[in-house]
Nanobody
Framework: QVQLVESGGGLVQAGGSLRLSCTAS????????MGWFRQAPGKEREFVAA????????HYADSVKGRFTISRDNAKRAVNLEMSSLKPEDTAVYYC??????????????????WGQGTQVTVSS
């Protein structure tokens, strides 16, 4: 059974930092690209960041570029999202997702087969 479990969400003031983590089980983690997506109230889910299976390629949404950093530890079956200089507009439920090899763009949500349940991030002004 494939399971992705996010952790690390919470409440933070604008300008602050948070670190999200996602651990995986039930799949061959090291062969999967991993991504983070988010969904704010009343809005569609959107791409945040993604990382290739080996960690050599990363991709970020323009809205988080320079503020967020995605990384992975294949030995621990984990992917992390370091978020800094947080803004109120970063408030959302953040989801971890995994996908097998594909030529689809890393930000293409439809290409991800596995999803976590999400973790809430709230940034106060």
């Amino acid at each position: 059974q494939v399971q992705l479990v996010e952790s690390g969400g919470g409440l933070v003031q604008a300008g602050g930092s948070l670190r999200l983590s996602c651990t995986a089980s039930g799949l061959t983690f090291s062969t999967l690209a991993m991504g983070w997506f988010r969904q704010a109230p009343g809005k569609e889910r959107e791409f945040v960041a993604a990382i290739s299976w080996g960690g050599g390629t990363t991709h970020y949404a323009d809205s988080v570029k320079g503020r967020f950093t995605i990384s992975r530890d294949n030995a621990k079956r984990a992917v992390n999202l370091e978020m800094s200089s947080l803004k109120p507009e970063d408030t959302a439920v953040y989801y971890c997702a995994a996908r097998p090899f594909t030529l689809q763009p890393m930000g293409d949500m439809r290409s991800y087969d596995y999803w976590g349940q999400g973790t809430q991030v709230t940034v106060s002004s």
